[in-house]
């Protein structure tokens, strides 16, 4: 049993009952997705979210360093398209605008996607943003490269 992460509690909440919900993690058995069940809506979750990414120095030094390195290794150009589901506060999609690669940041929480754009990085709040868009090819539009390494809800398969 958990309570909710990221969820800080008001000095009038702090003689009430806290909610916890069950902590069972699901694995999917074809692409290794690990997801947990969603006992609230996104709405409870994410409209004033606690956490922005770029609040670790150390973080936001990997996830530089991590752009480089995949830049590099995939050849990533203007003409490329990097979207990242769980963009947060655009930490890891700044590095890329500033080496002029197209990107677009997924992100539920509202107030940290703000500061996203702020860093230049265009978001959604829905993953329907980064499907194809009307096209004869099923490939047109498709990221050349995708990073995923928080939420995502359900197994993509
Ligand atoms: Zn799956």
Redesign the pocket.
Known sequence: MSPLCESYLTAEQLNQMEPFYPLHVYV??????VQVQEYVSPEEIFTEYAYFSSYSDSWLAHAKAYVDTIVARLNLTAASQVVELGSNDGYLLQYFVAKGIPVLGIEPALNVAEAAVVRGVPRSRSCSAARPRSSSSPRAHRPTCCSAPTCLR????
């Open positions: 999917c058995e074809r692409c290794f997705l359900r197994c993509p398969t």
